[in-house]
């Protein structure tokens, strides 16, 4: 029997695909699992697998084309098998109203109802899986559930806060109805495609419906019992639970806002969604004046000594691996294992650098770091030494012909690469003005995953912390990453003199299976010229 092939939704905010590239041909056998087509989303280039096995029998969406979210985009069936109908019809088959790896799910779910529930679910009811919410995502954890079981629930609200290997996001609901289970708890993990939630009408039966949490809680055994006491008590009271005693709801940003202020939380009345608290209520906070009883109890506690540790103990602390630092040694594993990295170093001469920034920020409204001159020379050289801007792939090498500069930025909890976007084509300002901005955002764990996607060049930079030299792992897939020493004070020859001169050190990491040592080379020579020489970037 033929099977309709939609196009699918490989992301939250996908609406409609391009077809890159297809890997299987009319009239080509499939099998279960086979990569079917490569398809361009809203944040990036995506492999689409099969979930059935057959021929393929007719392609709806050519190389290149464009088309919205769940319009028909293959068909598989028997070779020589009649879809005439099919076809005609817009792929209107039963099988045509749900895509591919919704269809999957389903049936996943189906399957295991059936031992239950003869295999579907109760009217109206709808099972919310654990979604990906970046490219790279493989599970995810529940930080904060914004709604709780018994809440009605709105198309477009904020169901939860989920950590993803790249930053905590808000995730929200694309159905309405009533919140009938939680399949993930707060500070469980789960697998993308698990269980998340259940909605449904209000007082519908899910008790038998499968697919229960994966989760692997990061809690005790001994804790679980007054955590789920506590998550009782908090869905009945009002917003102003969060003030006695109960758990904090409050948004990422106000977290970070409250710590980096020392405001306690517990202490501030949320505005926002159930006493949520939101980045208004910290600005607006005051806080009261405490009792001089308890100040004096307050001073007296932080003047006491911490606690004699024996010489020779031995102790450990074992903090929880986040989904961004398992990301971090995932990735840069496999870049350090797989690429064969080699290094090379050059001292540039920043005198002519550090008068030309001089100048440039004595212009009103402009500010411009010497990280700023360094992403943009790099940027200018790329484009003339093109395979240092490639990526290795098992059949061939692919040099872009875009220049999309990562900036490699330091957050409490690792490390995240930001992208400028066709950074060749920015002037020094406007590469501080996004600079700052996606910093900023990365910090606030509010970088959205298509800001962090796309880098064909990588730029870290440690001279802040006063470090002369390093070398850094590859962003793969990029070819070379560059590593930013500080500015360093120190004599120098120059016209058979020793002077005080200025020089900075910069060490390109490079990938030996693309780009050579001559190549690496010539890249770094050109890349000297132009910050010893900023006004030749003006030209």
């Known amino acids: 029997m033929a099977q309709v092939i939609n196009m699918p939704r490989l992301s939250d905010t996908m609406e409609e695909g391009v077809v890159a590239k297809w ?18 989303t809203d944040k990036a280039t995506m492999e689409f697998e099969s979930f059935y096995e057959g021929t393929l029998l007719y392609i709806g969406v050519e190389e290149g084309e464009t088309a919205p979210v769940d319009s028909l985009l ?11 109908s099919l076809i005609n019809g817009g792929g209107s088959s039963d099988s045509a109203t749900k895509t591919s790896t919704e269809e999957a799910a389903e049936n996943s779910s189906e399957e295991e109802d059936a031992s239950s529930e003869g295999g579907e679910l109760p009217e109206g009811v709808v099972i919310v899986n654990m979604p990906r919410l970046s490219d790279t995502m493989e599970e995810g954890t529940v930080a904060t559930w914004l709604k709780h079981e018994g809440d009605k629930v709105e198309e477009g609200d904020i169901l ?99 710590e980096d202020k020392g405001i306690d939380l517990s202490k501030v009345k949320g505005s926002g969604e159930n006493g949520r608290i939101v980045k208004k209520d910290i600005e607006s906070y005051t ?12 001073e007296a506690e932080k003047s006491v000594a911490a606690p004699y540790v024996p010489v020779g103990e031995e102790s ?8 961004m630092r398992k990301t971090i040694a995932k990735r840069l594993g496999e870049s350090k294992f797989t690429a064969p990295h080699y290094y090379l170093t050059i001292e540039v001469d920043m005198e002519n650098a550090m008068a030309s920034r001089k100048q440039i920020n004595e212009m009103p409204d402009v500010k411009v770091s010497f990280n700023d001159m360094v992403i ?9 030494h093109p395979q240092v801007n490639s990526q290795w792939t098992g059949d061939a090498m ?10 490699a930025v330091a957050v409490e909890d690792g490390l995240v690469v930001p992208v400028l976007k066709f950074s060749d084509q920015m002037s020094m300002t406007q590469i501080g003005g996004n600079v700052r901005e996606l910093a900023g955002k990365a910090r606030n764990k509010k970088l959205q995953p298509k800001e962090m996607e796309g880098s064909t060049f990588t730029v870290s930079n440690l001279g802040m912390f006063g470090i002369t030299e390093f070398t850094s792992i590859i962003n793969q897939p990029n070819s070379a990453i560059l590593s930013v020493g500080a500015i360093v004070e120190k004599p120098v020859v120059k016209n058979g003199e020793i002077v005080v001169g200025h020089t900075m050190k910069l060490t390109l990491a490079c990938d030996h299976r693309t780009v050579d040592g001559a190549t690496g080379a010539a890249f770094l020579k050109d890349l000297r010229t132009y910050i ?7 030209a």
């Open 287 to 298: 806080p009261e004046a405490a009792p001089a009883a308890t100040q004096t109890k307050v």
């Open 160 to 258: 939860a806060e989920i950590e993803t290997d790249k930053a905590t996001m808000e995730f929200e609901s694309f159905y309405e109805g009533t919140l009938l289970k939680i399949g993930v708890q707060e500070g469980e993990t789960a697998p993308v495609d698990t269980l998340l939630a259940i909605l449904g009408p209000e007082g519908t039966d899910v008790s038998n419906v499968t697919g229960a949490s994966t989760g692997k809680k990061s809690a005790s055994k001994e804790s679980a019992p007054e955590a789920k006491e506590e998550k009782k008590e908090e869905a009945t009271t009002s917003s102003e639970s969060s003030s006695e005693g109960g758990r904090v709801f409050a948004s990422p940003l106000a977290k970070k806002m409250a």
């Open 74 to 84: 293959a068909i598989l069936g028997d070779e020589g098998e009649d879809i005439s």
């Open 316 to 323: 450990f602390e074992e903090i929880k691996n986040s989904q």
């Open 376 to 384: 943009k020379a790099s940027a200018m050289a790329l484009r003339k």
């Open 532 to 538: 010893e020489n900023p006004v030749t970037m003006l």
């Open 23 to 40: 890997l299987k041909q009319k009239g080509d056998k499939v099998a279960e699992g086979d990569i079917l087509a490569e398809i361009e």
């Open 398 to 407: 692919k040099i872009a012909k875009h220049i999309h500069m990562g900036v």
